[in-house]
């Protein structure tokens, strides 16, 4: 799919990976919409970009909504979305002070699975509406998974859970959306050096990288943005989950 002129939308663009990709998708024509729960970061980014800022709670239907039409009123609804939005959170499920709250669970399910297809859903109902030339393409979704989803670690079943679930409903959503014309990709990023992996001690992030197979570093956010032009650019890449890992396979712990 053509991304020049293309409306655009990345969430969780503030910063990180979303923000990697909102600044690479933005050079290559993209008209970018930086969705954000944190709307100083939003708005910094989206500047920079001649993009529109969108302050919203994955989450929320309302709020989802308002930015859709905000994203809208100035570049026409959406036709790329890519959701790169989520919250890493580690805990045992039986800890020291006893089983993990329920409530803790339901976060991270809630942000990371809920809200990517809280995104889609909305988005999608959007795209279905663009009238296109019999036979084009009307667009394209890039999830974000992790390749916990495969080899989750101890003090991972909340986080492997929820990417695991963005992982298994790609298929369905492509099947779904075919007749529609739009594409449905997830990416399954390994370890990344994004602001959180900034805050740990040189040492850490050395062992870190140290445990990837080749090339033995920290992913470049950069290099998950490249693999995200790359989803929406090959009109053949369907329903596909790619691992961008460094060969990395989780240990337990």
Request: hydrophobic residues 50%; aromatic residues 4%; proline residues 4%.
């Given at each position: 799919?053509?991304l020049?002129?293309?409306?655009?939308?990345?969430?969780?663009?503030?910063?990180?990976?979303?923000?990697?990709?909102?600044?690479?998708?933005?050079?290559?024509?993209?008209?970018?919409?930086?969705?954000?729960?944190?709307?100083?970061?939003?708005?910094?980014?989206?500047?920079?970009?001649?993009g529109?800022?969108?302050?919203?709670?994955?989450?929320?239907?309302?709020?989802?909504?308002?930015?859709?039409?905000?994203?809208?009123?100035?570049?026409?609804?959406?036709?790329?979305?890519?959701?790169?939005?989520?919250?890493?959170t580690?805990?045992?499920?039986?800890?020291?002070?006893?089983?993990?709250?329920?409530?803790?669970?339901?976060?991270?399910?809630?942000?990371?699975?809920?809200?990517?297809?809280?995104?889609?859903?909305?988005?999608?109902?959007?795209?279905?509406?663009?009238a296109?030339?019999?036979?084009?393409?009307?667009?394209?979704?890039?999830?974000?998974?992790?390749?916990?989803?495969?080899?989750?670690?101890?003090?991972?079943?909340?986080?492997?859970?929820?990417?695991?679930?963005?992982?298994?409903?790609?298929?369905?959503?492509?099947?779904?959306?075919?007749?529609?014309?739009?594409?449905?990709?997830?990416?399954?990023?390994?370890?990344?050096?994004?602001?959180?992996?900034?805050?740990?001690?040189?040492?850490?992030?050395?062992?870190?990288?140290?445990?990837?197979?080749?090339?033995p570093?920290?992913?470049?956010?950069i290099?998950?943005?490249?693999?995200?032009?790359?989803?929406i650019?090959?009109?053949?890449?369907?329903?596909?989950?790619?691992?961008?890992?460094?060969?990395?396979?989780?240990?337990?712990?």
């Amino acid at each position: 799919m053509k991304l020049e002129g293309a409306s655009t939308i990345v969430t969780g663009g503030g910063s990180g990976l979303g923000e990697a990709t909102a600044r690479l998708l933005s050079a290559k024509g993209a008209n970018l919409g930086v969705l954000d729960v944190d709307g100083d970061k939003a708005a910094a980014v989206a500047a920079d970009l001649g993009g529109v800022a969108l302050v919203a709670d994955v989450t929320s239907e309302d709020s989802v909504r308002a930015a859709l039409a905000a994203q809208a009123a100035v570049f026409g609804p959406a036709r790329i979305l890519i959701n790169c939005a989520g919250i890493g959170t580690g805990e045992r499920v039986l800890g020291r002070e006893g089983p993990m709250p329920l409530a803790n669970f339901e976060r991270v399910v809630r942000v990371n699975l809920l809200g990517t297809f809280n995104m889609l859903r909305l988005v999608a109902a959007d795209m279905a509406g663009i009238a296109v030339p019999s036979g084009e393409s009307r667009g394209v979704i890039v999830n974000t998974a992790s390749v916990a989803a495969f080899e989750g670690q101890i003090g991972q079943a909340a986080y492997s859970a929820s990417k695991g679930g963005i992982v298994a409903m790609g298929l369905p959503l492509a099947r779904e959306f075919a007749r529609l014309g739009i594409r449905v990709n997830t990416i399954a990023p390994g370890i990344f050096l994004t602001p959180l992996l900034h805050t740990l001690p040189e040492a850490a992030q050395s062992a870190l990288a140290a445990s990837i197979t080749y090339p033995p570093r920290l992913g470049d956010p950069i290099e998950f943005a490249h693999a995200v032009l790359f989803a929406i650019e090959n009109e053949y890449l369907n329903a596909e989950v790619i691992r961008l890992d460094g060969a990395t396979r989780l240990a337990a712990k």
